[in-house]
């Protein structure tokens, strides 16, 4: 056409000495002839835009570094919505994954590029029946954040027990990113240590020997625990 336009950057050293980058833009007028009548030119210093965009990238590629070094599982989720008319957001249906790491990957059993990509219910449709799904709709749709626990019931994987956090989607309001680690082990030994106890406590109410559960080491003349026949002995001393 009559009119051009160029658009390019230079490096320049500033008068400290410093070298830095110029972005220019020139468009070019051209009369009926094609021959250029006026050109018009903008210059600006983006250097202070470069580092900064440079400091991001390297924030960044640590930021990814961390995440696929690390032995949690850790998922970027949007929730997919019902077709509604007149533009009314429609309820969740669903969650795309739009990124995840190896140790995701691993917990859910699947493949890294199978899981990327897919829909969270298609891959793991029992997610529904373990409150997964009804977790991360309500925190896209409250904006709460969500800390605690989900008993999995999926035989094709290894944890039973997840636990799970899932904080606010800052950069897309129907995105969020979820964290989840195995305590599956850590539920088994509470649940022992709840037994033991439970078989303990049983003994000590059900034998007529005097004993005394002492706390120690710092307290050991106080009693924490004592049957009842540690109480008669008490009460009639």
Same mark, same amino acid.
Request: glycine share 6%; net charge negative; no cysteine.
């Given at each position: 056409?009559?009119?051009?336009? #160029? ?62 070094? /690390? ?8 929730? @997919? ?16 994954? @739009?990124?995840? +790491?190896? !140790?995701? !990957?691993?917990? %859910? ?10 829909? %969270? ?14 977790? =991360? ?23 039973? #027990? ?17 964290? !989840? ?14 037994? /033991? ?12 020997? @005097? ?19 540690? =109480?008669?002995?008490? /009460? @009639? +001393?």
């Amino acid at each position: 056409g009559r009119d051009g336009a #160029w658009l390019g950057t230079s490096q320049v050293r500033h008068p400290d000495g410093t070298t830095g980058t110029m972005s220019h833009l020139v468009l070019a007028r051209r009369d009926d002839t094609g021959a250029v009548e006026s050109l018009i030119t903008v210059q600006r210093d983006i250097t202070a835009q470069q580092r900064t965009e440079a400091a991001l990238r390297a924030v960044e590629a640590r930021f990814r570094a961390a995440i696929d070094g /690390s032995t949690r599982a850790h998922l970027v989720l949007r929730a @997919v919505r019902a077709a509604t008319g007149g533009g009314a957001r429609g309820r969740i249906v669903d969650f795309d994954v @739009v990124d995840a +790491n190896a !140790a995701a !990957a691993t917990l %859910l059993a699947t493949a890294l590029d199978d899981l990327v990509g897919s829909r %969270l219910l298609e891959l793991f449709p029992l997610a529904r029946d373990a409150g997964l799904f009804a977790i =991360y709709a309500s925190a896209v749709e409250t904006g709460l954040r969500y800390d605690g626990e989900a008993h999995l019931r999926d035989p094709r994987l290894a944890a039973t #027990w997840l636990r799970l956090v899932v904080p606010l989607g800052d950069a897309e309001p129907d995105a969020i990113a979820v964290t !989840a680690r195995d305590v599956t082990a850590e539920k088994a030994a509470e649940r022992r240590l709840a037994e /033991s106890e439970a078989r303990l406590q049983l003994i000590y109410q059900s034998t007529s020997d @005097v004993m005394f559960l002492l706390r120690a080491p710092e307290r050991r003349d106080a009693a924490t625990l004592a049957d009842p026949a540690a =109480y008669r002995m008490e /009460s @009639v +001393n």
